[in-house]
């Protein structure tokens, strides 16, 4: 494709909490400039005018995105009519709403199994009554958000907990506890369709009955090389993401079976952490995608 235009402008869009808290942001803007485009973090709230004076929007660390979901879906039409945005408008959508887990296993992709219960429709208490316990959370959110699991017994507080979201207008999700996901969740990174690299984090929900948005979204990091299943599993969900070409970035969170094989949790399209400041060699992989996203000279 030759090398990217020199001084091609890149908007790395983030958000108030993005500028704050995001240690990725500087070192991509950094990444990117070294590479000779013009890049600069730009939060995504910004006066509607600013898209259309960048030759891409790298959507990165938009994390209040969930909480104002109807503005920013509106924004990523806005931006996407301006410039290119990546990645997609109708990518963000699709994957915004976690009702996307429907979709992948109508695809055949391994998924946690899940319930959805809407607004105004009838369920039972005994829903929520598994063997293992199960998860309760929307189906909007972001960073565990307005999430808890309940051990067994303690269904008739799951189906208080969904009853308070439902309540709100909001879609609910209710999955089994993996018991295994003790043995550490797995983050697999992808640019443009290629891996570039995965990491363990440990258990997020320690406390069962407990809702608590303060949590630390990622502890205990490390190093993770994949199995050949998790790869698998991973393209999988990629490839049943409606769109033509591979995202930009994409993360593939998977947990494990009671019978060790890999389930996708979530598939993250829109502001995921790339884990680039815990995993640099991933850093080259996220510029080589841009590059070829903005063009050739």
């Known amino acids: 494709m030759g090398s990217a235009r020199d ?3 890149i908007a ?16 991509i803007v950094e990444a990117l400039r070294a590479e ?12 509607a005018t600013v898209w259309d004076g960048f030759d ?33 408008a109708p990518v963000v959508r699709w994957n915004s709403d976690k009702r996307y887990l429907t979709r ?6 391994r998924v946690a199994p899940t319930r959805f219960l809407e ?22 959110s972001a960073g565990a958000r307005d999430t808890a699991r309940y051990e067994p017994g303690h269904h008739a507080d ?38 570039s690299h995965a990491i363990r984090k440990g258990p997020l929900l320690t406390e069962a009955g407990v809702i608590d948005n303060q ?20 393209r999988a969900a990629l490839a049943a993401i409606p769109s033509q070409a591979a995202p930009l970035f994409a993360r593939v969170d998977l947990a494990l079976d009671e019978d060790g094989e890999p389930l996708v949790m979530e598939l993250e399209l829109i502001e995921p952490n790339l884990f680039l400041k815990d995993n640099p060699q991933g850093l080259p992989g996220l510029v080589r995608a841009v590059t070829a996203a903005v063009g050739p000279a």
């Open 158 to 195: 799951a189906a208080r907990h969904a009853r308070m979201l439902l309540d709100q207008g909001r879609t609910v999700m209710v999955q089994p506890y993996l018991r295994r996901v003790a043995e550490g969740e797995r983050a697999l990174v992808f640019f443009g369709g290629a891996f």
């Open 104 to 109: 992948l296993a109508e695809r055949g992709v």
């Open 12 to 27: 790395v869009v983030t958000s108030g909490p993005g500028i704050e808290a995001d240690a990725d942001l500087p070192l």
């Open 215 to 234: 949590r630390v979204a990622h502890p205990g990091i490390t190093p993770h090389p994949p199995t050949e299943a998790e790869i698998r599993t991973a």
């Open 119 to 140: 607004p105004g429709t009838p369920y039972d208490v005994a829903d929520f009554d598994r063997p293992g316990g199960v998860v309760v959370k929307p189906a909007v």
């Open 56 to 88: 891409l929007a790298l959507i990165r660390s938009t994390w209040d995105y969930s909480q104002r979901l109807g503005e920013f879906l509106a924004w990523t039409d806005t931006a996407a009519r301006a410039t290119r945005l990546r990645n997609p």
């Open 7 to 9: 001084g091609a402008r």
């Open 36 to 47: 000779g485009l013009a890049a600069r973090p730009v939060p995504w709230d910004a006066d």
